[in-house]
């Protein structure tokens, strides 16, 4: 098996810092679990990763910050495994902090879910931890931090399980990471998190129609495509002609992004990794943790790729260059995508084999905020208290989540790819959805993958300011639960 691996070679080095994929079909030859390894290589399938969590610092194009990274790169190393495969990864804690490495999206065994309190504790600095897990499910995934706002700093990278028959005809793929950056440039995450908590009001002019209200907690310095921000901007080198698969993550903390390509429709083909029938359009809202893959035949040319902050006034940017002679689009240009046919939920349908039995019950789970304007809510109860929700195995249930707070959610279940169930039974799987105020969704949960998994807010910040809960199966175990890091919370109106 030779032993773990540091890293995959100088090929997987470039490859990685520019992150720009190999083609699927050699993928497909090889079955090289990773990125960078040139099909020829045939790496045994279960190769060990490391990832060495370690303070470092990198480029994010002008600006060079002090962060927390996996490999001193951000991203950080894409894993590569095809579906049914197993991924073996080496967590090095050479943090001064202690840490977990979450894999998001992935139907896992529990133990190896990386949720400290709940299915291991957090790994000690200068421990190790060996993730061990089969990928049941092709799509694009992420790995992160689960610990407090590290997933702020630069400690995630993307997970992509390819489909051994794969359906969809491309020619090549593209990963597109977005973030929202603030570490070493308007002090840490964890400063961050202070300022919210001492703070008495939410900023009224991060406003968004499309959320339903406020947009966000804060504004970030930086946006982010695979690290870069759009002074120094990726760019993604293919020819024209071709049809390319982007998938596209959000890893941001407090950011919702609007994707477009400049000059280009986009066929979507699947949420959260798992497919829904194909749907055109010309721009889509990604929350935090989800994730949308979209295929597009590419003209000649140089074209954005941009991706608004969404009710803020910063944007992330790529370029898609199709030709080295075109000029290469300002950052700051116009797309007029980004105003014209947006994806609904409404036109997200998976298809009906992956439709999920009918629930027999439902539970109700209300999102709330309390007077102090710092504390969010799941049936009124905080991390700290966390909220559980018993399920038994072989059951469907529904959530029926009601957005009583005055800001949207992005809610995450871990473990598990829900249905978002309309009337009349249609509606995609995804394991990340959007709640907007006063909007109320029926999540089917089938309980298939006993474990005491996380049903939280994927606003980094909600989550340590309380709004993180627990689906679990069967009586509930002793002292599980969320550690929210602590800090001074004051009230809000003081009298
Ligand atoms: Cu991205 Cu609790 O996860
Ligand atoms: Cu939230």
């Known amino acids: 098996m030779g032993g773990w691996a540091r890293s995959w070679g100088a090929g997987g080095l470039v490859s990685r810092r520019r992150f720009v994929t190999g083609t699927f079909a050699s993928a497909l030859a090889g079955a090289v679990p990773l990125l960078g390894a040139p099909p020829a290589a045939a790496a045994p399938r279960s190769r060990g990763i490391l990832l060495r969590a370690r303070p470092t610092t990198v480029s994010l194009g002008k600006r060079t910050v002090r962060t927390w990274a996996y490999d001193d790169v951000v991203p950080g190393p894409q894993i590569r495994v095809m579906a049914g495969e197993r991924v073996r990864a080496r967590l090095v804690n050479e943090l001064p902090a202690a840490t977990t490495v979450h894999w998001h999206g992935i139907r896992l065994d529990f133990p190896m879910d990386g949720a400290p309190g709940f299915s291991q504790e957090a790994t000690q600095p200068g421990k190790t931890f060996d993730y061990d897990f089969t990928v049941p499910d092709a799509g694009t995934y992420f790995y992160h931090s689960h610990v407090g706002t590290q997933p702020d700093r630069g400690l995630y990278g ?32 964890d400063d961050a998190l202070a300022r919210l908590n001492a703070s008495t009001d939410h900023d009224d002019t991060l406003r968004s129609e499309a959320l339903g209200g406020v ?34 993550i959000n890893a941001a903390s407090d950011t919702a992004f609007r994707v477009a390509l400049g000059g280009h429709s986009m066929t979507v083909t699947h949420t959260d990794g798992f497919p829904c029938r194909p749907v055109k359009v010309d721009t889509f809202l990604i929350g935090m943790g989800e994730r949308y893959d979209f295929l597009t035949r590419l003209d000649s040319g140089a074209f954005p790729l941009v991706a608004i902050a969404e009710g803020k006034r910063g944007r992330a940017f790529a370029v898609v260059r199709t030709s080295s002679r075109a000029a290469p689009p300002a950052s700051d240009v116009q797309v007029p995508e980004l105003t014209e046919r947006m994806l609904a939920y409404q036109d997200l349908q998976a298809p009906s084999s992956l439709d999920l039995p009918r629930p027999s019950r439902s539970i109700a789970v209300t999102l709330g905020m309390r007077p102090s304007g710092n504390e969010w809510t799941m049936n009124d109860k905080v991390a700290s208290d966390h909220l559980r929700l018993r399920v038994d195995r072989g059951e469907t249930v529904r959530l029926v989540v009601d957005n009583q707070s005055p800001m949207w959610h992005p809610m995450h279940l871990h473990g598990h790819t829900f249905q978002v169930r309309r009337p009349d039974g249609s509606g995609p799987r995804k394991d990340t959805v959007n709640i907007k105020p006063r909007q109320r969704l029926h999540l089917d949960v089938f309980a298939d993958n006993p474990g005491e998994w996380m049903f939280h807010c994927h606003n980094l910040y909600h989550q340590e300011q309380g709004m993180m809960g627990a ?24 009298r």
């Open 158 to 189: 993307t997970l992509i399980v390819g489909d051994p028959r794969e359906p969809l005809g491309y020619d090549e793929e593209f990963t597109v990471v977005l973030d929202d950056w603030l570490d070493g440039v308007n002090g840490t995450p």
């Open 215 to 248: 947009a966000a907690e804060m504004t970030h310095p930086f946006y982010l495509v695979n690290g870069r921000a759009p002074d120094a901007p990726t760019s993604f080198r293919t020819a024209p002609g071709r049809t390319v698969r982007f998938r596209v």
């Open 471 to 494: 689906i679990g199966y069967g009586p509930a175990p002793a002292n599980m639960g969320h550690r929210p890091q602590q800090h001074d919370r004051k009230p809000k109106h003081r």
